[in-house]
């Protein structure tokens, strides 16, 4: 893949701890974008925590995994598509009852195959603002921030 410099240099097996001492779970996701910004997300399926909320796929770095590579194989599994463009886009920390997140938001723009529910999860492309929902509290922040790309 190309496109991600420097996502390498942030793996799993980092052993950061929150503030409140938990373990810190490193976490790659997926904006992928299609021209005319529509943005693709995924409801949580059935027993996962927040359950039917709406995300940015994407899933957890094993460790010593770089992020380009957990969203290559997350995308995959989640979604059957193979990334073929990707960059470390934000970073995101997000205090969630049952786990402290670090989330890497990569901006997807090219990969092959069409994304379906791999795992029995919906998917939908959306536009701003987003008709799907409930929305997962970490994705708030990065509609924000592509709304406001896209005013500029």
């Known amino acids: 893949m190309s496109g991600a410099p420097d996502a390498s240099d942030f793996s799993s097996a980092s052993g950061d701890l929150a503030p409140d001492g938990r373990k810190v779970t490193e976490v790659a996701v997926g904006v992928m974008v299609q021209p005319g910004g529509r943005y693709l997300l995924a409801q949580r399926p059935e027993g996962k925590p927040y359950e039917g909320y709406w995300e940015f796929p994407g899933g957890k770095l094993e460790p010593g995994e770089s992020v380009e590579a957990a969203l290559g194989r997350e995308l995959?599994?989640?979604?059957?598509?193979?990334?073929?463009?990707?960059?470390?886009?934000?970073?995101?920390?997000?205090?969630?009852?049952?786990?402290?997140?670090?989330?890497?938001?990569?901006?997807?723009?090219?990969?092959?195959?069409?994304?379906?529910?791999?795992?029995?999860?919906?998917i939908a492309w959306q536009t701003l603002p987003v008709e799907v929902g409930p929305l997962l509290p970490a994705a708030i922040p990065v509609l924000e921030w592509l709304a406001a790309e896209e005013q500029r």
């Open 76 to 122: 995959h599994e989640e979604l059957g598509i193979d990334v073929t463009s990707c960059k470390l886009w934000r970073t995101l920390e997000h205090d969630y009852p049952h786990a402290y997140v670090r989330l890497f938001f990569c901006k997807v723009t090219e990969w092959s195959g069409t994304p379906l529910g791999r795992e029995g999860q919906a």
